[in-house]
């Protein structure tokens, strides 16, 4: 595999929202997802008016807003979870607040390009090494790239364990010129160890951990009964006609005296969309904002009469998400779920030709297959994270 992994600017955190507080926090959840929302009520010579974790147009670097069965989760700029989430924490109760996690640590992202393997074959190439280093990850799959969140701690054993698999080091970016690897196995989504205890020294010890840990807490895969999901994009920009002779957006002012609105360089249509998907509390979307991508969603394909025509990809056709609910396992364990479809792609032996996608959330993991395919990776799973297995 040809692979190119580089560091996004910025650290960021995992907030874990309970389901029964998603409305009571849905406006902070849109006050990040509409950054321009932001500087409205702060003076324009201000700190906050000058937007931290965006890109020069006011776009943000990296978002990631999630709507599951199980919670909602963001991965935001730490700023963002500062100066937007916390003062709104502070305002509800004790009860209340210690309901809703943010992360202590704040993470790093790797934004992954990628050539010659499949989905499932990445994440496994990509993770193992991390995973084998003792690294704790959690894995995004979006509709054009990987991201894999990071603790920022770990930054050097990162950059260690990357120069140790092959990958080269120019100017911030981690380049693979050939084969990525030779020993090729189910990666972990995270450490699921102690920090006093030794990484696992191969694959399959690493793996006996996984599974072992997931059985000890009684985490078991499920399916929601009728939730099918599609993967879908928004449009490039420059298929919007409308946009196509826009002049490109600075953060200085126009010829007019106004400065550039977040507006000027976003599908408004398609944002409306994702608006109002939110605000009926959905069963199921995952929305990720990434600098040099359109948005990329995964969503219940009963929201698909909400975004009309704004979306782009193969929306006839069925994923199925398979959850585990990771809530009893320490907050850094959670991207494991790379490990759970690592064991998925081997033991079904898939063929390139599989859809197979993965959503690490702060509290929980979802592995996305087809339908028939979900039948048979359930199959697999129920009997490994059964309490006699």
Aim: aromatic share 6%; glycine share 6%; net charge negative.
């Amino acid at each position: 595999m040809n692979a190119q992994i580089s560091f996004l600017n910025g650290t960021y955190t995992l907030i874990h929202i309970p389901l029964n507080l998603y409305s009571t926090l849905l406006q902070p959840i849109l006050r990040v997802l509409l950054p321009q929302s932001q500087s409205v009520s702060s003076p324009r010579e201000s700190p906050e008016f000058e937007l931290q974790g965006l890109t020069s147009d006011g776009q943000h670097g990296f978002l990631n807003i999630s709507v599951t069965p199980i919670e909602c989760s963001l991965v935001c700029h730490s700023s963002w979870a500062q100066n937007v989430f916390e003062p709104v924490l502070q305002t509800l109760s004790r009860e209340a607040a210690k309901t809703v996690s943010i992360s202590k640590d704040s993470y790093l992202i790797l934004s992954v390009i990628s050539a010659g393997l499949d989905v499932a074959g990445r994440v496994m190439e990509l993770t193992s090494p991390l995973a084998l280093a003792g690294i704790p990850l959690f894995f995004i799959t979006t509709y054009y790239s990987d991201f894999i969140l990071v603790p920022t701690k770990e930054r050097a054993n990162v950059t260690q364990s990357l120069l140790a698999k092959g990958f080269e080091l120019s100017d911030n970016n981690f380049v693979s010129p050939g084969a990525y690897g030779h020993n090729r196995g189910p990666s972990r989504g995270s450490s699921s160890s102690p920090p006093n205890t030794p990484p696992p020294s191969n694959v399959a010890e690493l793996q006996a951990r996984t599974f072992n840990l997931l059985k000890k807490r009684d985490v078991a895969p499920y399916i929601v009964e009728g939730l099918e999901l599609v993967h879908c994009s928004g449009r490039e920009m420059s298929q919007l006609s409308h946009f196509n002779h826009r002049p490109m957006a600075s953060r200085h002012a126009t010829n007019n005296g106004r400065r550039p609105s977040w507006a000027d360089n976003v599908d408004t249509k398609l944002y409306t969309c994702i608006i109002s998907a939110l605000v009926s509390q959905p069963r199921f979307i995952s929305i990720t904002l990434a600098q040099d991508d359109p948005p990329s969603l995964l969503l219940d394909k009963a929201l698909l009469e909400v975004f009309g025509d704004s979306l782009v990809g193969d929306i006839e056709s069925c994923l199925i998400p398979i959850f585990l609910d990771l809530d009893n396992l320490p907050f850094e364990s959670t991207g494991i779920v790379c490990g759970v479809a690592g064991r998925l792609v081997q033991d079904m032996q898939m063929a390139a030709s599989f859809e197979l996608s993965y959503l690490s959330t702060a509290r929980a993991g979802a592995v996305v297959l087809s339908e028939e395919q979900s039948v048979r990776a359930l199959g697999i799973l129920k009997p490994l994270l059964a309490k006699d297995a």
